[in-house]
């Protein structure tokens, strides 16, 4: 039963556009939210993480918004760029536990 | 800043073969995460280690070991390997017991099974 359910499986938009990737989540000891972006080849990158004590972070052209008790946190990517594209990963775990992951999504921004 | 460092960064082996894949996690830091991500998969836990001791076990065979030494580099041991075994393999690490969760992972080995 996968812990951590991410959808869309892919996505595509336009440059400058505002892609929403949502994750849901059912262990409830889960302390710590992050999300990770992944190239082709390449290691799985953090992007940004948040805890259940805030609502939403925002670093750069990346927010999470979180709801705590529906149990659900999403990242939204702010004017996204072509180079943007990649496989974005959200992922939980409580402290220093192994990270859970979703399925993925899969982001092309096309120009 | 220095980063997670995996080494080889490929590997070519035959069934039933064994290989090593070698970790060295950022300086200082203490705990180190093993995982497999097949090919169009998310990354999978296998096993970590907190100062030199298992500290969690995923789904990792049991024709896999892993052991961490007293520099903190970690190795994965994978003998009799199978077809179904050629993915990538992650390392992460972090400080364990800091409360920092993040966990920074290296550049991967890509593992083929022939």
């Known amino acids: 039963q996968q812990q951590v359910k991410q959808s869309p499986q892919s996505l595509i938009v336009q440059k400058g556009g505002i892609p929403i990737i949502n994750c849901a989540y059912e262990n409830t000891a889960f302390d710590y939210f992050p999300w990770y972006q992944q190239f082709p080849g390449k290691g799985p990158a953090l992007l940004i993480a948040i805890r259940p004590d805030v609502s939403e972070k925002k670093e750069g052209r990346f927010t999470i918004s979180f709801n705590k008790s529906a149990k659900q946190f999403s990242l939204h990517i702010m004017d996204s760029q072509p180079g943007d594209s990649a496989t974005y990963f959200c992922a939980a775990s409580s402290r220093n536990t192994p990270l859970v992951f979703g399925k993925g999504t899969r982001l092309s921004v096309i120009a | 800043a220095a980063g997670v460092i995996q080494s080889p960064r490929h590997l070519i082996k035959e069934k039933r073969e064994t290989a090593t894949l070698k970790c060295y996690p950022i300086?200082?830091?203490?705990?180190v995460y093993w995982y497999q991500q097949g090919p169009g998969q998310d990354p999978q836990f296998l096993i970590s280690f907190y100062e030199k001791m298992q500290s969690d076990k995923g789904s990792i065979p049991d024709r896999f070991s892993a052991q961490q030494f007293s520099d903190y580099h970690s190795e994965l041991n994978m003998s009799s390997l199978e077809l179904g075994d050629s993915a990538l393999y992650f390392c992460?690490?972090?400080?364990?017991?800091?409360?920092?969760?993040?966990?920074?992972f290296g550049p991967g080995t890509r593992l083929t099974v022939l």
């Open positions: 992460a690490s972090n400080l364990g017991e800091s409360g920092a969760d993040t966990q920074y």
């Open positions: 300086p200082r830091h203490d705990t």
